[in-house]
């Protein structure tokens, strides 16, 4: 039984364009947002039999209305029975496990009262988490009194309606708290959207708007037609998850649905199950988070931090961002250590790894020896031993003294929660384990799923890497059911303690109804297990955002003088619209970075189905493959090895993007003509030559 839920990225032929609203035009309602509104009941939520092959990526074409129901009724007719991981809800033994590690955690972690621990954290001062807000979104120039229009406006340009007005809450909020401080107040974001400098970076066509109309309309008739009434079609075995347009303005289209009568007349009860998962892939293929440079991933978790705030506003969470206070980091070398710093000491014997050499190993020697054993990370180790082997890590783990072959699989599981559990800051940060705990609050499964990519966005780069690297360990346990009896909400269950609870940031994890609250915990920890490959991909509209960020940063030259802005905008225009947008079938020329093995250009000829595959093909058989400069290294085994290369685009309206193999190229050059390609070697490629 695979342990990830299949995730299925299908092609999405029709070019989505993205959501552009006309902010020039921009006014504030916040008595008309739905986020006064009252949160309803899933309606999306469906029984449904899992399929259980692991995740893929399928380029079969996006299919029309009349095409989904032909497929929906095909597979119909052959359901796989529900495996064992897919019960509706946790058994008791699960639920015991849940609370016996709550008790462990108190106990084994030196502080008995969990929830009343605040020495560690601190609430932050009326008006702080606002700023500190503003700064993690790239806005602190808003309430900065020499911030200068055109350095506010390049962000606010790129933002939907709604992510707007989140932008505009947080500043009404820092305003209010300076006026009881007696501080004078920043200025109102109207009025950098209405000054002469942001009109020029703001839509001024009245297509945009259509083209946002139309996304949003697709949206409304594909991802929402799950609140049709069961007895009126089929109940799909599919999600289907859009992520063309911002989550937030989805969010907008949800209720507004879900408030028309007929939707009203048949609530859908959750069943608990998890369907299979489509994502529609669009011309320019799929873009995971190591896809990015580092210049470039900043400008998403900017972005991403926008649109999360906007949709916990319509959901109405209530999100609270803490903040580690000062401890005495321990004399250890391996537990208490932080992420970042016990990262950083590694880097220097191993200077490509992105999690700790330490869980490396411990996660390794489980996949070996652990995840066929009955009960592994349920069943506790024996404490003597655990803490003889803990001492005995620390001291010789880095001299490789360490021997694995009498370690017991049960141990070594309870270390792994130990290490996890004595971070001196949670996993998933201070400031967003309570964001994360309180996604077990939504009951839309899919705003669920869009709020943890968001989270997964935010996420430090160490903590984002080390919580992928527990993921994939926990989806390999969940594969081996049969074997050791864990299913997904046994693991669910016995790691959410462990990851959202933690002495540095107060939990309401552990109030009210147990049964209740164990099950919402465990349900948001199955959905980073099976989800995971979905949840570490950035959002089409994020991908959007960022390249018309760029794209207006390049010309913020122009708004300086007004007497020449406009001869600079034809001459820009001119210029863009100069390489051979409207030619059929352009050709491009594609510089080669392979390392030592080669370097030079290769000529290209761009048609309407050219692919990142078909350009790498081509490259394979001039340069590494031919019989006159063929450049594979020669195995002892007589195999010859080459070089495992990608395709970049650098420049342009990006920093530098490796390409899906998918990717449609002449599409791409359309979208960023201004950019260049390479062909380079995939990071730590070089290590099978």
């Known amino acids: 039984m695979g342990g990830k839920e299949e995730v299925v990225v299908s092609r999405l032929d029709s070019n989505m364009q993205f959501p552009r609203t006309k902010l020039s035009r921009f006014r504030l309602r916040p008595n008309n947002s739905p986020v006064r509104g009252k949160r309803m009941k899933s309606k999306f939520h469906k029984k449904k039999a899992r399929d259980p092959s692991p995740t893929e990526m399928s380029v079969d074409p996006w299919a029309g209305t009349q095409d989904q129901a032909a497929a929906e009724h095909a597979h119909s007719t052959h359901t796989p029975p529900p ?78 309606r709604t992510q707007a007005e989140a932008v505009q809450r947080r500043l009404d909020s820092y305003t209010l708290s300076l006026r009881k401080r007696n501080k004078p107040p920043p200025r109102d974001v109207r009025d950098i959207f209405h000054s002469p400098i942001a009109q020029t970076l703001l839509p001024e066509s009245q297509q945009s708007e259509d083209l946002a109309q139309n996304s949003m309309a697709s949206v409304a008739k594909t991802p929402l037609s799950a609140v049709t009434p069961e007895h009126q079609r089929c109940a799909p075995k599919e999600e289907f998850f859009i992520t063309d347009v911002a989550y937030c303005e989805q969010a907008v289209i949800f209720l507004k649905q879900a408030k028309l009568p007929q939707n009203n007349s048949q609530r859908r009860k959750e069943d608990g199950t998890l369907p299979r998962v489509i994502c529609p892939k669009c011309r320019l293929g799929v873009t995971r988070i190591q896809d990015l440079s580092h210049a470039d991933m900043k400008k998403v978790r900017q972005l991403a931090l926008i649109d999360m705030t906007a949709l916990s506003d319509l959901l109405e969470l209530e999100v609270k961002r803490n903040k580690t206070g000062k401890r005495k980091i321990p004399e250890s070398t391996l537990f208490g250590v932080p992420l970042a710093t016990l990262l950083e000491n590694d880097q220097k014997m191993k200077p490509n790894t992105s999690t700790p050499l330490f869980m490396q190993a411990l996660l390794s020697f489980l996949e070996k020896k652990g995840v066929d054993s009955e009960g592994i990370l349920r069943v506790p180790g024996s404490q003597s031993r655990i803490k003889l082997l803990q001492q005995n890590l620390e001291t010789n783990f880095y001299s490789g003294q360490v021997s694995w072959d009498e370690v017991s699989p049960n141990d070594a599981a309870a270390l792994l929660k130990k290490f996890i559990r004595e971070l001196p800051a949670p996993l998933l940060t201070a400031e967003y384990l309570n964001t994360f705990s309180a996604v077990r609050d939504i009951t839309e499964l899919k705003q669920k799923l869009h709020m943890l990519n968001l989270l997964i966005l935010l996420l430090p780069e160490p903590n984002r890497n080390t919580l992928k690297a527990l993921l994939e360990f926990l989806s390999k346990v969940v594969s081996r059911e049969k074997r050791n009896r864990m299913n997904l909400w046994a693991v669910a269950t016995i790691m959410a303690p462990n990851l959202f609870l933690h002495k540095a940031v107060p939990s309401r994890l552990t109030e009210g109804a147990e049964k209740g609250q ?71 020329t594609v510089k080669i970075q392979v390392g030592d093995l080669v370097s030079g250009t290769m000529e290209f000829q761009l048609n309407i189905n050219s692919r990142t595959s078909d350009l790498l093909s081509q490259f394979h058989r001039q340069f590494l493959r031919s019989p006159d400069n063929g450049k594979g290294k020669m195995r002892r085994n007589g195999s010859v090895v080459y070089p495992d290369c990608a395709l970049y685009e650098v420049g342009g309206n990006i920093g530098e993007h490796c390409l899906d193999p998918d990717t449609h190229l002449l599409d791409l050059y359309n979208s960023n003509p201004g950019g260049e390609w390479f062909i380079k070697m995939k990071p730590n490629a070089s290590r099978g030559l």
Not at 104 to 127: A, N
Not at 543 to 570: A, T
């Open 83 to 160: 495996s064992q991981d897919q019960e509706q809800h946790p058994d008791e033994l699960c639920l015991d496990s849940f609370w016996s590690e709550v008790e462990t955690i108190r106990q084994g972690s030196g502080y008995t009262d969990l929830d009343c621990t605040r020495r560690d954290s601190r609430q932050s001062e009326e008006g702080e988490q606002e700023e500190q807000w503003l700064a993690d979104a790239g806005l602190s120039n808003l309430i900065s009194e020499d911030s200068e229009d055109v350095d506010n406006a390049v962000l606010l340009s790129t933002l939907t």
């Open 518 to 588: 164990a099950e919402k915990a465990a349900d948001v920890m199955r959905l980073l297990i099976r989800y995971q490959d979905l949840l570490w991909t950035i959002p089409n509209f994020l991908m959007s955002q960022v390249r018309k960020l760029n794209e207006n940063s390049n010309r913020r030259y122009q708004f300086y003088d007004r007497r020449i802005k406009n001869l600079l905008r034809k001459i820009h225009t001119d210029s863009r619209d100069k390489p051979d947008k409207n030619t059929s079938e352009p050709r491009r």
